[in-house]
């Protein structure tokens, strides 16, 4: 008969796991991928690096789901800037500028997120990341096309090329760790002009 955990163990190693993600969530936060090893993410944690087995069996497992979890958030975090506003030029300028605005508070993690060395699991969960921005984008585009708010255009390639901009506009101040001030707003400045049309926010 095979074994069956009771729910105490279950949640017990539930418990766990998570505690294992919020350690390597700041395991990242603090040191980047580099300085997530499963021994100090078990050591972070507060339990033996083979416990850490029982839930990730190796790093790469590990660093997706660190990953997913990290842009979870950032996701969540422009989605909820894009319902403040009404015009859908203003959503997508919040998208950028939320985006943005987090990743200098925080540069070690978002040089993780965007640009760091990792593994190649880490890369395919990279291009789902900037999907999901580029969706999120995407959305308000087509929105304001077809109230006439802005030219015709494919929503998908014009919101694809917003997301690498964005990213390559802050891979260095993210390396510096700093930004200079007029980083953000010109960034906004940018994603509205890009847009084509004329400059009407709700800001």
């Not at 955990?5 to 796991?17: E, G, I, N, S």
């Not at 979890?69 to 859908?88: F, G, K, L, M, Q």
């Not at 395919?124 to 077809?146: G, K, M, N, P, S």
């Not at 001030?181 to 960034?187: A, K, Q, R, S």
């Amino acid at each position: 008969m095979p074994y069956r955990r009771t729910p105490a163990v279950q949640a017990r190693l539930d418990a766990q796991r998570e505690a294992v993600l919020q350690a390597a969530v700041g395991l990242l936060a603090e040191r980047g991928y580099g300085g997530c090893s499963m021994a100090a993410v078990a050591d972070r944690a507060g339990i033996a690096t083979g416990s850490l087995y029982q839930h990730f069996a190796n790093k790469a497992e590990l660093s997706v789901e660190l990953f997913r979890r990290v842009v979870s958030r950032e996701i969540a975090a422009v989605t909820e800037a894009v319902a403040r506003h009404d015009a859908p030029q203003a959503k997508v300028a919040a998208v950028v500028e939320t985006f943005a605005v987090r990743a200098l508070k925080a540069p070690r993690l978002a040089y993780a997120l965007l640009v760091e060395p990792a593994d190649a699991v880490v890369d395919t969960e990279r291009l789902v990341f900037r999907r999901a921005f580029r969706d999120v984008i995407a959305t308000q585009i087509a929105a304001a096309v077809a109230a006439g708010r802005l030219p015709e255009q494919d929503p998908e390639l014009t919101a694809a090329a917003l997301v690498g901009a964005v990213g390559e506009a802050l891979a260095g101040p993210l390396a510096a760790g700093s930004a200079p001030d007029e980083v953000i707003p010109g960034l906004v400045s940018f994603t509205l002009r890009a847009l084509g049309g004329h400059d009407a926010t709700d800001a």
